[in-house]
């Protein structure tokens, strides 16, 4: 009976240490599962707050292969009628990051007007980003004119009414055409240098070119204070002018009112003068007509109905 007793405890207690491992068996792999499960909520939280840096940064969310924008981004249009390396640049700004075939299918839907006409040029149904914007450079790049911008650079001067920012902004875009290739530092160098010998004041040049600045901004920039100083200096000069004229206007004013007395005498005279003498003219002219034959008035001699006797005759000889 003890031996057959046994024999079941024993059993027993080897199911109960197999059912143990099994419900610990299944506890890990729960625990697993668990951890799995936390690890990927971890991650697409990460991936959450990411995008969220992301989207508040740069206004676009990156993903694999693609990117998403935000509604205000619209592709800019092109018509051929503004530059096509200035439009591209902006181009590539708004679609960095973009699937080619997403570039391709938003610039065609960007085309305008003239432009829409290069797609004829295209036997592909479907052309890539790169076959449209070759095809688009070969219509409306500036490198057949880059010999002409060149020409122009050399002879640009500052105009009369230009400011220096202006003048400033018209050589970068200027370099930037003539030289499209250009490392940025030979780019610096050649705006600084057609900046420099093209400004309306030669002193100002000297002084800049002195400098030996390696950029355009900072050449401006001292061009800037230089022609503000010198103001300056002729605000003061004229400021000196304006009260030595000041001195003299007062003692012009100080003589002016016996001048103004010894003139307004002269008129009073003159006046006086004029009058007397047009009195006189006046009496002059309506004293009446006497004949000096017969002393009788409203006729001449020469009309005189009386017969001349030897006593008028001899009065009026």
Not at 91 to 116: C, M, P, Q
Not at 228 to 244: E, H, L, W, Y
Not at 257 to 273: A, C, G, Q, R, W
Request: with cysteine; hydrophobic share 30%.
């Amino acid at each position: 009976m003890k031996t057959a007793m046994e024999e079941n405890n024993t059993k027993l207690e080897t199911k109960l240490n197999e059912f143990e491992q099994v419900v610990e068996e299944e506890i890990n792999l729960v625990n697993d599962d668990v951890k799995a499960v936390k690890e990927e909520m971890n991650k697409k939280i990460e991936d959450l707050e990411t995008k969220f840096v992301q989207l508040s940064t740069t206004g676009v969310i990156k993903t694999e292969g693609t990117v998403t924008t935000p509604s205000k981004v619209k592709v800019p249009t092109f018509d051929g009628k503004v530059s096509w390396n200035t439009y591209l640049r902006q181009f590539e700004v708004v679609v960095r990051n973009w699937r080619e075939e997403d570039k391709a299918t938003s610039l065609i839907a960007a085309l305008r007007g003239e432009a829409l006409e290069v797609l004829r040029t295209i036997s592909e149904a479907s052309p890539t980003y790169a076959t449209l914007t070759s095809a688009l450079e070969r219509r409306y790049g500036d490198a057949h004119l880059q010999h002409v911008y060149q020409a122009q650079l050399r002879s640009r001067r500052q105009r009369f009414e230009e400011t220096l920012q202006q003048y400033e902004a018209d050589i970068s875009r200027m370099v930037n055409l003539a030289y499209p290739t250009a490392p940025a530092e030979v780019i610096e160098q050649l705006s600084v240098s057609s900046f420099i010998e093209g400004l309306r004041d030669p002193e100002i040049g000297q002084l800049v070119r002195l400098a030996r600045h390696k950029t355009i901004s900072e050449a401006s920039a001292q061009a800037l204070e230089i022609e503000a100083a010198k103001q300056a200096s002729r605000g003061t000069s004229k400021i000196r002018q304006v009260k030595t004229y000041q001195y003299q206007d007062r003692e012009r004013k100080l003589q002016r009112p016996s001048k103004n007395l010894v003139d307004s005498i002269k008129d009073v005279l003159e006046k006086f003068t004029d009058g007397q003498n047009s009195e006189d003219s006046t009496t002059n002219r309506r004293r009446p007509i006497r004949c000096w034959t017969c002393g009788v008035e409203g006729h001449v001699r020469s009309r005189c109905p009386q017969p001349p006797t030897e006593q008028n005759q001899g009065n009026a000889n």
